[in-house]
Structure formats: C-alpha cells, structure tokens
C-alpha cells in the first residue's frame, strides 16, 4: 500500500527544550536566523485558571497542499508517502507559495530558493527516523506510516484524542497534536 507519512506530536510530554529544532539545524544545514521546525509555547485561560501548550511545530504535509497548486513551476510538489517537497532548482523564489502557505511553514533560503521541512525523507529512506523525532528526550515526537493501521502512529491516534491545526484552511494536515 502507498504510504501516508504523518508525525504524531505528545504535546503533554514537550518540556520545550528545543532539541527538536537544534537537531534540524545541524542535520539540513538550516541557515542561521530561519528554522524548519519551531516552538509554540502558548497559555489559554486566566489567571489562576491556567493551562500551557507546548507545541514543536512544522510543516503539515498537507494532504491538500496550497503551496503546490500556487506554484508556478513545479518546484514544490508532492513526493513519495504525501510528503511535500521543494525541488531547489527548479524554484526561482518567487514566493507564491509562502503567500498561499496558511501556516508559515516556509522560508527563502539565503541561496535564493524556499526552504521548508522535508519530514527529513532522506533518512526516512534509509529507514531512519527524522533529526527531529530521534533526538526528542521525551519521545513526544512520532513518525509514521498512516496507512499501516498498527503502525505507532496510527495506534496513537485512535486511542488519544488529538487535532491539527486550523483545519477550517481544508489542507488536511499530517502533523497530528495530542491533547
Ligand atoms: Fe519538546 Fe521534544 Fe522538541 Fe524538546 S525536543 S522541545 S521535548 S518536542
Ligand atoms: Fe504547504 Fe504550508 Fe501545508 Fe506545508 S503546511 S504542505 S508548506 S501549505
Ligand atoms: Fe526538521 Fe526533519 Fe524534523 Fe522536518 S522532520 S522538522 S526537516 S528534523
């Protein structure tokens, strides 16, 4: 069966060390002042009824990507297991993605063409976890195939409850929050 790459996110389990983002820095050689993945530290509530999220966010590999219809050349697509890709030389920066992107997900690379998560698909290829799952002390990061129904992944999500991001946007995000 085809498969549907998704991550899992434990946000019960984030103690916001930021780990996550140190380690795709250093495995994708992300230039200094941008990042593929990043920290959401949010507090609802008033005090003293308060509550905290914390939330290693990234690209949503969304099953129904704007960022590739708005391009215009083909450059960003949708690659092996639904993960959206950037081919780097064939984006001229134009930004049209980054425009339709609800979530911010994406940056212009110093070198001239967009950056963004790639669910670390080279190493997933080799049957290794993503930089960014591996080095989580807490395990709250969780790579997967959705189509395997015992995969981690999947398990986790039918028996915690969890939601993505803004689904009113129709995207169909691939990185799952559990509450
Ligand atoms: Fe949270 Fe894990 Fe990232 Fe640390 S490495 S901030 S615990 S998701
Ligand atoms: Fe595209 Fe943004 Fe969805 Fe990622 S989060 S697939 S960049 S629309
Ligand atoms: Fe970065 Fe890879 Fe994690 Fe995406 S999957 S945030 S590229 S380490």
Redesign the pocket.
């Known amino acids: 069966m085809t498969p549907r790459y998704a991550m899992v996110?434990d946000t019960r389990?984030?103690?916001?060390?930021?780990?996550?983002?140190l380690?795709c820095k250093a495995e994708n050689q992300v230039p200094d002042g941008f990042c593929r993945d990043w920290?959401v530290e949010e507090v609802r509530g008033r005090f003293p009824n308060l509550s905290a999220e914390?939330r290693?966010e990234r690209c949503n590999h969304c099953g129904h990507p704007p960022c590739v219809s708005a391009c215009p050349t083909g450059a960003s697509h949708v690659a092996e297991g639904g993960v959206v890709l950037v081919t780097h030389h064939k984006c001229t920066g134009c930004k049209a993605c980054i425009a339709a992107c609800p979530y911010d997900s994406r940056y212009v690379h110093p070198e001239g063409h967009v950056d963004k998560c790639t669910f670390c698909l080279h190493r997933v290829q080799e049957g290794r976890q993503p930089a960014?799952v591996e080095?989580?002390?807490?395990e709250?990061?969780h790579f997967g195939d959705l189509s395997d129904p015992d995969s981690e992944v999947s398990r986790l999500l039918a028996t915690r409850t969890w939601k993505v991001l803004h689904p009113e946007t129709g995207c169909e995000p691939n990185v799952y929050f559990l509450k």
């Open positions: 996110v389990r984030c103690v916001a060390c930021k780990a996550c983002v380690a920290l914390n290693s960014c080095v989580c002390p807490t709250c990061l």
